[in-house]
């Protein structure tokens, strides 16, 4: 009966043994798998938050221009692509659809990433200059099928064609816009108080009050953009760093000290 509960307690006391050591390459395994030892997990943590808070802190420091650099980098590689593709394309090694779908996102990118009219038309000038390139190798691709008996491609010729006009129509839509977009009713005391300190674009001052009637641009790298806008005796006169007002000053709105 001793000899019983002996084995017992010696074979509970392996177990115990082994249980223990197991738990203890649990949390070794999983220490190396964060890339720590154990027990530095308060170190890592505070380590993690203060890389995270900075991260934080840099993306909401300034979203918009996060956003414009969001915007020219899709622009970029969106170039890049259609340029890949178009070689590809003459060569016979691609589907049209992916082209087409390149050139759409382009002019939709411009759409948002330009502030200016002048800026706007000059992208949509480009995308209209690509899409023709595109219409110049399918044409020739569907000479080529023709002369070597294989299936040709007169519906791509005329896909092609038709995102041509379409965005040969946004070009016109855009040079056919009135550059002065406002009267009276837009410079106005609620509209100068909307335009904040350190935080309005640009792009929003324009959606506000119309495109300026002057401004001192085109500007070299770092210099100050200054704009002001005119409907009679009213003048709303803005300053811009890196996009963003910076200074602003009013006259002839009522309301607003001059």
Same mark, same amino acid.
């Given at each position: 009966?001793? @000899?019983?509960?002996?084995?017992?307690?010696?074979?509970?006391?392996?177990?115990?043994?082994?249980?223990?050591?197991?738990?203890?390459?649990?949390?070794?395994?999983?220490?190396?798998?964060?890339?720590?030892?154990?027990?530095?997990?308060?170190?890592?943590?505070?380590?993690?938050?203060?890389?995270?808070?900075?991260?934080?802190?840099?993306?909401?420091?300034?979203?918009?221009?996060?956003?414009?650099?969001? +915007?020219?980098?899709?622009?970029?590689? @969106?170039?890049? #692509?259609?340029?890949?593709?178009?070689?590809?394309?003459?060569?016979?090694?691609?589907?049209?659809? *992916?082209?087409?779908?390149?050139?759409? #996102? @382009?002019?939709?990118?411009?759409?948002?990433?330009?502030?200016?009219? =002048?800026?706007?038309?000059?992208?949509?000038?480009?995308?209209?200059?690509?899409?023709?390139?595109?219409?110049?190798?399918?044409?020739?691709?569907?000479?080529?099928?023709? #002369?070597?008996?294989?299936?040709?491609?007169? *519906?791509?010729?005329?896909? !092609?064609?038709?995102?041509?006009?379409?965005?040969?129509?946004?070009?016109?839509?855009?040079?056919?816009?009135?550059?002065?977009?406002?009267?009276?009713?837009?410079?106005?005391?609620?509209?100068?108080?909307?335009?904040? @300190?350190? /935080? /309005? /674009?640009?792009?929003?001052? !324009?959606?506000? +009050?119309?495109?300026?009637?002057? /401004?001192?641009? *085109?500007?070299?790298?770092?210099?100050?953009?200054?704009?002001?806008?005119?409907?009679?005796?009213?003048?709303?006169?803005?300053?811009?760093?890196?996009?963003?007002?910076?200074? =602003?000053?009013?006259?002839?709105? *009522?309301? !607003?000290?001059?």
């Amino acid at each position: 009966m001793a @000899l019983r509960k002996n084995r017992h307690a010696i074979l509970a006391a392996v177990a115990l043994v082994v249980i223990g050591g197991g738990v203890g390459a649990l949390g070794w395994s999983m220490s190396a798998v964060h890339g720590r030892e154990p027990g530095d997990g308060s170190k890592a943590s505070s380590s993690d938050k203060a890389s995270g808070s900075d991260k934080d802190s840099k993306a909401s420091a300034d979203p918009q221009a996060t956003l414009q650099e969001n +915007l020219k980098d899709r622009r970029e590689m @969106l170039l890049k #692509a259609f340029n890949q593709r178009m070689e590809q394309w003459q060569a016979g090694k691609v589907m049209l659809h *992916p082209l087409k779908d390149d050139l759409r #996102a @382009l002019v939709k990118v411009g759409a948002e990433l330009y502030s200016t009219k =002048k800026e706007r038309v000059a992208g949509l000038e480009e995308c209209v200059k690509l899409t023709k390139e595109l219409v110049k190798v399918t044409e020739a691709r569907f000479v080529i099928d023709v #002369a070597v008996d294989r299936l040709a491609t007169e *519906p791509d010729r005329l896909e !092609v064609k038709v995102l041509l006009l379409e965005i040969q129509a946004e070009l016109l839509r855009e040079q056919n816009k009135l550059v002065h977009a406002r009267d009276l009713n837009s410079l106005t005391k609620e509209n100068y108080d909307k335009i904040k @300190l350190g /935080t /309005t /674009t640009y792009k929003e001052v !324009v959606e506000l +009050l119309g495109e300026p009637d002057g /401004t001192n641009g *085109p500007l070299a790298h770092g210099e100050r953009l200054q704009a002001i806008w005119v409907v009679g005796s009213r003048r709303i006169n803005v300053v811009f760093k890196d996009d963003v007002v910076q200074l =602003k000053k009013a006259s002839g709105i *009522p309301g !607003v000290a001059p």
